[in-house]
T-cell receptor
Framework: AQSVTQPDIHITVSEGASLELRCNYS??????LFWYVQSPGQGLQLLLK??????LVQGIKGFEAEFKRSQSSFNLRKPSVHWSDAAEYFC?????????????FGDGTTLTVKP | SAVISQKPSRDICQRGTSLTIQCQVD?????MFWYRQQPGQSLTLIAT?????????ESGFVIDKFPISRPNLTFSTLTVSNMSPEDSSIYLC???????????FGSGTRLTVV
């Protein structure tokens, strides 16, 4: 069965500092991996996705993520955080094929940005 | 990618009553998904709704409690029946994203049961 672990429940960074949010997955084959962001009172927005190929993927809002098969990780990064990045971030694995159904989500990491 | 309109955005309901949440998509989609996000928790899939067939429920969720309708390829409803305070959650409608990968989500319905 597929699973996702986000080890950090809450992270605080200063505005302008770099950010890395950790995600580890468990899946028997090459997974489809996703990062979503949920701003307060909102639904989830897809930041970026990985299927295959280049292990460094670029997303919206200046985010990137790197797939490392050897570490079963898909960490999210941003070189300089803005106050508007304060939100909840979810890593997810699946669906396993286009239009194939459900994803499994991690428990989320809450990002606080200090002025 | 698709645009999803979900309503109501929030509601406060009395225990024992029911609430129907509507989800409208601006394009035709095969599958629509209903998720629950309990306070401080991640997302849990309630069911997958295909047009023209009964919804497929995940373990722990039953049709009597969460009846779903899917009358056409752009619309679905989720009813939370006989509510209790434990049903207080955010309910999210979603569809597969661009190319069929990932999801596009509605803005959610924040339900409080008192």
């Amino acid at each position: 069965a597929q699973s996702v672990t986000q080890p950090d429940i809450h992270i605080t960074v200063s505005e302008g500092a770099s950010l890395e949010l950790r995600c580890n997955y468990s899946y028997g084959a090459t997974p489809y991996l996703f990062w979503y962001v949920q701003s307060p009172g909102q639904g989830l927005q897809l930041l970026l996705k990985y299927f295959s190929g280049d292990t460094l993927v670029q997303g919206i809002k200046g985010f990137e993520a790197e797939f490392k098969r050897s570490q079963s990780s898909f960490n999210l990064r941003k070189p300089s955080v803005h106050w508007s990045d304060a939100a909840e971030y979810f890593c997810a694995v699946g669906p396993l094929a286009p239009n194939a159904g459900k994803s499994t989500f991690g428990d989320g990491t809450t990002l606080t940005v200090k002025p | 990618s698709a645009v999803i309109s979900q309503k109501p955005s929030r509601d406060i309901c009395q225990r024992g009553t029911s609430l129907t949440i509507q989800c409208q998509v601006d394009s035709q989609v095969t599958m629509m998904f209903w998720y629950r996000q309990q306070p401080g928790q991640s997302l849990t899939l309630i069911a997958t709704a295909n047009q023209g067939s009964e919804a497929t429920y995940e373990s722990g969720f039953v049709i009597d409690k969460f009846p779903i309708s899917r009358p056409n390829l752009t619309f679905s409803t989720l009813t939370v029946s006989n509510m209790s305070p434990e049903d207080s959650s955010i309910y999210l409608c979603s569809v597969n994203g661009q190319g069929g990968y990932g999801y596009t989500f509605g803005s959610g319905t924040r339900l409080t049961v008192v």
